[in-house]
């Protein structure tokens, strides 16, 4: 809950005076400043763990108790509503503007409301996003200025939308005709595909160090 009072209480962690104290578990004793509030949740969006908060499962570092996610101050709040804004309505999103999330004109990926870089929540839906930018890599790849052309292989005797059994490459309009040589880009393993160093710092830095492009 919470905690105004008349009198002037100390933060439990800064020990700063303040007749504004939030109480988000259900220990009393717990009452923390805004300040405070915004550093704790800072950290644990940096260290991956904020999907525990979503879930009640996120432990107050006195009681052990779960921190409820509605008695955190109003600006914290709202910061945590941006970040469930992330999660696509749909099991199976296609494009990343589905996780209100894209690539401004460094190439960097920002939540679209926020500017706030990305959120890790859940290994699903990291992969999710992940998926989604792969597709929008690749579309970049067929584009201007680029214009390659997208092959799958093994070539089948009848064009079909059905690729379940195929991979893709990508080649450059003088493909056939250029003699001077053919240089091949070929990606790392894992969940990488063609366009693509590091899914990672296609995510979390930008596509000019994480993508081929």
């Given amino acids: 809950m919470t905690t105004i009072s008349k009198t002037i209480d100390e933060c439990a962690i800064c020990n700063e005076e303040s007749t504004k104290l939030y109480q988000c578990c259900s220990n009393e004793n717990d009452r923390i400043c805004d300040l405070c509030w915004s550093k704790i ?3 644990v969006i940096k260290s991956g763990k904020i999907g525990l908060l979503f879930t009640e499962k996120l432990p107050c570092d006195f009681c052990h108790e779960p921190i409820k996610r509605d008695c955190l101050p109003e600006e914290i709040q709202t910061r945590i509503n941006s970040i469930l804004s992330t999660i696509p309505k749909t099991k199976n999103p296609k494009f990343i503007e589905e996780f209100n999330y894209s690539y401004n004109n460094s190439n960097e990926l920002h939540h679209c409301l926020t500017n ?11 992969n999710l996003l992940g998926s989604c930018i792969d597709t929008y890599i690749q579309s970049l790849i067929r584009s201007d200025p680029w214009n390659y052309e997208e092959i799958w292989l093994p070539i089948k005797d009848e064009p079909t939308n059905d690729h379940h059994d195929q991979v893709n490459i990508f080649t450059s309009n003088d493909f056939k005709t250029n003699e001077n040589g053919c240089l091949i880009l070929i990606q790392g393993s894992g969940v990488v595909r063609p366009g693509q160093w ?3 710092c296609c995510i ?5 160090i ?4």
Avoid: C
């Fill in 41 to 43: 949740i800072s950290s």
């Fill in 204 to 208: 979390n830095e930008s596509l000019d």
């Fill in 210 to 213: 994480g993508s081929m492009l």
């Fill in 198 to 200: 590091a899914r990672s």
């Fill in 116 to 126: 706030e870089k990305f959120v890790f929540l859940t290994q699903r839906h990291y």
